[in-house]
């Protein structure tokens, strides 16, 4: 079967181009970046020319950019690694109620140990309050952690100015990028971020491999004990082929990168009108944010999440949800909650996230699928319509 | 994730619909939860003739339902409130650990329906068997 993947927020599927680079790397040139011979060296310049790729994409220095091995230890190294210096025990963390949970259970866990934390609101469209934010940053703070773009809904922060108000502050700013990394281009040298995330499975690259900008200066405590790699900030053994993988996915796409974002919205805004216009009570979640041009949460009233992504499923379609009964709690999506959606409306919401590999005739597909599918669902569901007992 | 069976049952599920002045009916879970489910009995000497069912929720729900009502459909109400979640499990060749939740629905939707049914008849309710709780949802 040939699938129709809207679930690039989940994972994109590997480009051919980025293959090709990381090939190498996986073949002849195998060597340990740290080897003093021939095959040593090779891996250690291509390891050099990634890091200074991706530095240059965010006009920074090359020694102002770590390798990790996803965005979620790149999250947990910002948030502990500021945290458990010497000088920044027990105090506060600042985050929001939307962040990743590579974020949200990390600043949880430093809440059991003692930090006091606070977990700023969002609006109806899933953008955090910088009065809120102002008031929070009266108590001494070590860290504002607040994402650039949400995962679920795709609300984009005002990181400029929360860099800048944090900046004012000496509060070290650190932004879970990993969903608007070379989307959204980011220039260090005129934003006071102090460290940032990146994962390069969301933009086409390979799985497990992620990056950090850490702002030179910026002090973290160190977490894993090895080697002397990285900077003496993060051992073990450079993911060469990841990497090279990483760098080139990076430049691909942030080069791109406006036609993209506006090829991806022209689509995106399609199947939003369409759904919006063919099935009545329906609503976009984070409709008037400024929002992540591939990324649409729409919630169909009466109907369950999961139940609209199986008979998606049946025809090809991969799309995703914050569906409830997956976890223990039986609560639905922390994001849709925090942006005030009643819990049986956020039980119905599915996330259709585009990416580069798809096309007009397949979003036009979906439009033609979703009315009956959602009204085959409808008449199965035993609430939006008074019941003749 | 799901079996085979689960998937079949959410693709084709069985007796869904309504029943016109049903001899039982019983709606149980809570739409905040992601899960409900409503159930319509005929029943003709101490037989469920006829079954139908709703349900707002995820596969497992869908499927669960389904399932049931293909159990006892034909059977006696004393047959039909001995089926269990295990056995409706076990016939969609179980469900993934995080599901299991969810199939609680299908028992406590028969017993509903049942206690409506007992109730309304002026007849004896079986022991345990308690009147669906109205659903609501508290924030
Ligand atoms: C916003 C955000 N942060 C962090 C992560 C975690 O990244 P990774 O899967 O590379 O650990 C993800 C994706 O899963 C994400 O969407
Ligand atoms: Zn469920």
Redesign the pocket.
């Known amino acids: 079967m040939d699938f129709i993947y809207l679930d690039n927020n989940a994972t994109t599927p590997l480009n051919p181009v980025v293959l090709e680079s990381m090939l190498p790397f996986l073949k002849e040139d195998y060597g340990n970046a740290s080897s003093v011979h021939e095959l040593g060296r090779r891996a250690r310049t291509a390891l050099e020319k990634s890091r200074g790729q991706i530095a240059d994409l965010f006009n920074a220095k090359p020694e102002e950019i770590i390798f990790t091995s996803c965005g979620t230890e790149s999250d947990n190294y910002a948030i502990l690694g500021t945290a458990y210096l010497p000088e920044n025990r027990h105090k506060q963390i600042i985050t929001s109620k939307i962040e990743h949970h590579a974020v949200l259970h990390t600043v949880e866990f430093l809440e059991k140990q003692g930090y006091p934390a606070v977990y700023l609101d969002v609006d109806e469209n899933g953008i955090i309050k910088l009065d809120q934010l102002e008031k929070a940053l009266e108590k001494e703070t070590s860290l504002v952690s607040i994402m650039y773009a949400n995962n679920e809904v795709g609300s984009l922060q005002p990181i400029e100015q929360i860099a800048k108000m944090c900046n004012e502050k000496g509060v070290k700013f650190h932004t879970d990028a990993v969903q608007a990394f070379a989307k959204h281009p980011v220039d260090m040298s005129k934003i006071p971020i102090d460290m940032l995330s990146l994962s390069a499975h969301k933009i086409y690259g390979p799985k497990g491999v992620g990056a950090m900008y850490i702002r030179k200066g910026v002090k973290l405590f160190r977490l894993m004990h090895g080697g002397h790699h990285e900077k003496n900030k993060r051992p073990g053994t450079e993911n060469v082929a990841g990497i090279v993988g990483l760098a080139t996915a990076a430049r691909r796409l942030q080069n791109n990168h406006e036609e993209e974002n506006k090829r991806l919205s022209l689509l995106r805004d399609k199947l939003q009108t369409a759904l919006l216009n063919n099935i009545p009570d329906c609503y976009v979640n984070g409709m008037n944010a400024a929002r992540l041009a591939n990324t649409l949460n729409i919630r169909f009233d009466y109907v369950?999440g999961?139940s609209i992504l199986l008979h998606l499923d049946m025809e090809g379609i991969c799309a995703s949800s914050g569906?409830?009964?997956t976890s223990d709690t039986l609560e639905p999506s922390h994001v849709l909650l925090a942006m005030c959606v009643p819990k049986e409306r956020a039980h119905g919401s599915i996330r259709f996230s585009l990416g580069e590999t798809n096309t007009e005739e397949q979003i036009d597909k979906v439009i033609d699928l979703m009315p009956t599918l959602i009204k085959k669902l409808r008449s199965m569901s035993p609430l939006g319509h008074k019941s003749n007992k | 994730m799901y079996s085979e069976k689960v998937m079949d049952h959410v693709r084709n599920p069985r007796n869904v619909g309504e029943i016109k002045d049903p001899d039982g009916y019983g709606m149980v879970g809570n739409p905040c939860c992601?899960?409900v489910m409503e159930m319509f009995l005929k029943i003709e000497n101490n037989i469920i003739v006829d079954i139908k069912f709703r349900t707002f929720?995820?596969?497992?729900?869908i499927a669960t339902s389904s399932m049931v009502t293909e159990m006892i459909k034909g059977k006696t109400l004393e047959e039909a409130l001995n089926v269990t979640n295990k056995q409706v499990t076990k016939a969609l060749d179980g469900l993934p650990e995080q599901?299991m939740?969810?199939s609680v629905l299908a028992e406590q939707g028969i017993r509903a329906a049942l206690y409506d049914y007992y109730s309304k008849h002026n007849l004896p309710v079986p022991e345990g068997l308690k009147q669906s709780k109205t659903v609501k949802c508290a924030d």
């Not at chain 2, 929720?57 to 729900?61: E, F, H, K, S």
Request: a negative charge; hydrophobic letters at 20%; proline letters at 0%.
């Open positions: 369950e999961e569906s409830a009964c | 992601g899960d929720g995820c596969g497992a729900a599901k939740h969810c």
